[in-house]
């Protein structure tokens, strides 16, 4: 069976293209490369020994996507294909929405179209916006998220729900929370055009002299010691979770499931905890500055993700320092490509 990956290029779907492959999934990709680059393919491939089908186009194009489901005897979806910055989706709201639900429902009108089901959403933490109580467990009632970005997480979810009770449908909503790490390869990992948005990728740059300084955003929060709390998880651990979630919908004798779970390791480090952990498992510095608080940023985050592991037999085993270990060999890596 082949299972359509959109953004099967980016961060998390690379890591998960290749778990599937691993685990005998067919694999068919949509990515615009809007925020990946084309030799990711080519490392997925040495990694694997496979070469999974790839279609290099916009999801907001229907006519191509339906081309894609006409050619691949597609059985299910992991949609990972989304915008993702917090704090660019509060300047350019109306460019998140379009590209973050129109790409959804093209997907889902196929779906419904042709009597498919099990779908996962690359869903976040961010639906429950600043939580009252930690860990956040899945019945954590929902806020409204502070960033645009999260907002549309939080519709997707909601889209998706409405479709699998209308259709009779199964789908998982995996819910992350702040995925960090490099394939141990060293050929994948997390790959920003331009300024990263993101902790790690910026703390890489920092450490390998391509940043001047590290900007902290914000240390007069409301935590040990002053700067944001989150639950970082590897990446590969994470890309299991999806290969878990999604051999649990398709041998489910179900018609309707709506599967929602948390992925994360129930521990919470602060940003200054992170980046001395990494100068310590690398052996680095990362030289920082205290900036003001980015608008959207929450204060504290972490999960309990006690329900993947009863149901889907999953659970995060990487530490924090492999974890940051591995971006230092993926930051090495991009260094000697670009040599």
């Given at each position: 069976?082949?299972?359509?990956?959109?953004?099967?290029?980016?961060?998390?779907?690379?890591?998960?293209?290749?778990?599937?492959?691993?685990?005998?999934?067919?694999?068919?990709?949509?990515?615009?490369?809007?925020?990946?680059?084309?030799?990711?393919?080519?490392?997925?491939?040495?990694?694997?020994?496979?070469?999974?089908?790839?279609?290099?186009?916009?999801?907001?194009?229907?006519?191509?996507?339906?081309?894609?489901?006409?050619?691949?005897?597609?059985?299910?979806?992991?949609?990972?294909?989304?915008?993702?910055?917090?704090?660019?989706?509060?300047?350019?709201?109306?460019?998140?929405?379009?590209?973050?639900?129109?790409?959804?429902?093209?997907?889902?009108?196929?779906?419904?179209?042709?009597?498919?089901?099990?779908?996962?959403?690359?869903?976040?933490?961010?639906?429950?916006?600043?939580?009252?109580?930690?860990?956040?467990?899945?019945?954590?009632?929902?806020?409204?998220?502070?960033?645009?970005?999260?907002?549309?997480?939080?519709?997707?979810?909601?889209?998706?729900?409405?479709?699998?009770?209308?259709?009779?449908?199964?789908?998982?909503?995996?819910?992350?929370?702040?995925?960090?790490?490099?394939?141990?390869?060293?050929?994948?990992?997390?790959?920003?055009?331009?300024?990263?948005?993101?902790?790690?990728?910026?703390?890489?740059?920092?450490?390998?002299?391509?940043?001047?300084?590290?900007?902290?955003?914000?240390?007069?929060?409301?935590?040990?010691?002053?700067?944001?709390?989150?639950?970082?998880?590897?990446?590969?651990?994470?890309?299991?979770?999806?290969?878990?979630?999604?051999?649990?919908?398709?041998?489910?004798?179900?018609?309707?499931?709506?599967?929602?779970?948390?992925l994360g390791t129930g521990k919470g480090s602060?940003?200054?905890?992170?980046?001395?952990?990494?100068?310590?498992?690398?052996?680095?510095?990362?030289?920082?500055?205290?900036?003001?608080?980015?608008?959207?940023?929450?204060?504290?985050?972490?999960?309990?993700?006690?329900?993947?592991?009863?149901?889907?037999?999953?659970?995060?085993?990487?530490?924090?320092?492999?974890?940051?270990?591995?971006?230092?060999?993926?930051?090495?890596?991009?260094?000697?490509?670009?040599?």
């Open positions: 069976m082949a299972i359509l990956v959109t953004g099967g290029l980016g961060y998390i779907g690379s890591h998960t293209v290749v778990e599937l492959i691993n685990n005998g999934f067919d694999v068919v990709i949509v990515d615009d490369l809007s925020n990946s680059e084309k030799f990711i393919l080519k490392n997925i491939e040495e990694i694997t020994g496979k070469k999974p089908v790839f279609y290099p186009f916009d999801l907001k194009r229907r006519e191509l996507l339906t081309q894609v489901f006409d050619a691949h005897p597609i059985e299910g979806c992991i949609n990972f294909a989304a915008s993702k910055a917090v704090g660019e989706s509060q300047v350019k709201p109306v460019d998140y929405y379009e590209n973050n639900l129109f790409t959804l429902i093209n997907i889902l009108q196929e779906f419904k179209e042709r009597g498919i089901s099990n779908f996962i959403f690359s869903s976040s933490c961010t639906v429950y916006g600043q939580a009252e109580k930690m860990p956040i467990d899945e019945n954590t009632p929902l806020k409204m998220p502070e960033s645009v970005y999260g907002k549309t997480k939080q519709m997707g979810e909601e889209i998706l729900i409405d479709f699998a009770k209308a259709y009779n449908r199964r789908i998982s909503l995996l819910r992350y929370f702040n995925p960090i790490g490099a394939h141990p390869s060293g050929k994948l990992g997390e790959l920003p055009l331009g300024v990263p948005n993101n902790l790690i990728p910026y703390v890489t740059q920092t450490a390998a002299g391509i940043r001047e300084k590290l900007n902290i955003w914000g240390d007069d929060y409301d935590t040990e010691d002053g700067t944001a709390v989150r639950d970082y998880i590897y990446v590969v651990d994470l890309a299991k979770a999806h290969v878990s979630a999604l051999k649990s919908l398709l041998q489910s004798s179900e018609e309707t499931v709506i599967d929602i779970f948390n602060s940003v200054l905890e992170v980046v001395k952990a990494f100068e310590t498992a690398n052996d680095v510095k990362v030289p920082y500055q205290i900036c003001a608080r980015r608008e959207g940023d929450i204060t504290i985050a972490y999960a309990n993700a006690d329900k993947a592991e009863k149901k889907l037999h999953w659970k995060s085993e990487t530490s924090l320092e492999e974890s940051l270990r591995t971006v230092w060999k993926w930051q090495q890596y991009l260094d000697s490509r670009a040599v």
